[in-house]
């Protein structure tokens, strides 16, 4: 299923493969940490978030792989540059439990003046269920009582990623 499903598969499924073995494993696994890598290093930096398209880029790098749903956040200053990256919730193939109690003590915590959320589907299908939009909904009430803003929520799939804010979702 192309180079992305071969990076992304965990290495036990790559050791069936016929002509890969447990070096070349080793090598593909050490390509994707670099990339994922790469890409935190440029965000850390300040710069992307002038850039949509490479905060979609790290957090496809974070979450696409993932066999579970995993619901993440970017912690932001004021100047919207990168605080912190944290995965917060997990859950099972097809949902993840999301307290907003939670996210707004990690904000607190880490003196944030905006996020952006994000979490991936396993399916693939990177379309925002209706829980997604009453999940953002609630998490972005509780923030405007602090004066924290959602920047965007973004879902993560196989081959798209879907932005709550391109799509006049926020």
């Known amino acids: 299923n192309g180079l992305g499903a ?6 036990a499924e790559q050791l069936k493969i016929h002509g890969l073995g447990n070096a070349r ?3 593909l696994q050490v390509i994707m940490e670099l990339s ?37 956040i970017l912690l932001l200053d004021s100047q919207h540059r990168l605080l912190h990256y944290k995965e917060l919730f997990y859950g099972t193939i097809n949902a993840a439990p999301v307290y ?12 944030a003046a905006a996020i952006i959320l994000a979490h991936n589907h396993p399916s693939g299908v ?14 972005k009430t ?18 798209e990623t879907v932005s709550f804010a391109e799509r006049g979702l926020l």
């Open 36 to 72: 994922r890598r790469y890409l935190a290093s440029t965000l850390e930096k300040g710069e992307s978030f002038t850039r949509p398209q490479m905060v979609k880029d790290y957090l496809a790098a974070q979450l696409r792989h993932q066999p579970r749903e995993v619901f993440a």
């Open 25 to 27: 494993c080793m090598q």
């Open 6 to 11: 071969l990076l992304a598969m965990p290495a």
């Open 142 to 159: 509780a923030l405007e009582t602090i004066d924290v803003n959602v920047l965007d929520h973004f879902v993560i799939g196989a081959g």
């Open 100 to 111: 907003p109690r939670e996210i707004v003590k990690l904000v607190l915590e880490k003196n």
């Open 126 to 139: 990177a379309e925002p269920s209706q829980a997604d939009q009453r999940v953002t909904q609630r998490i």
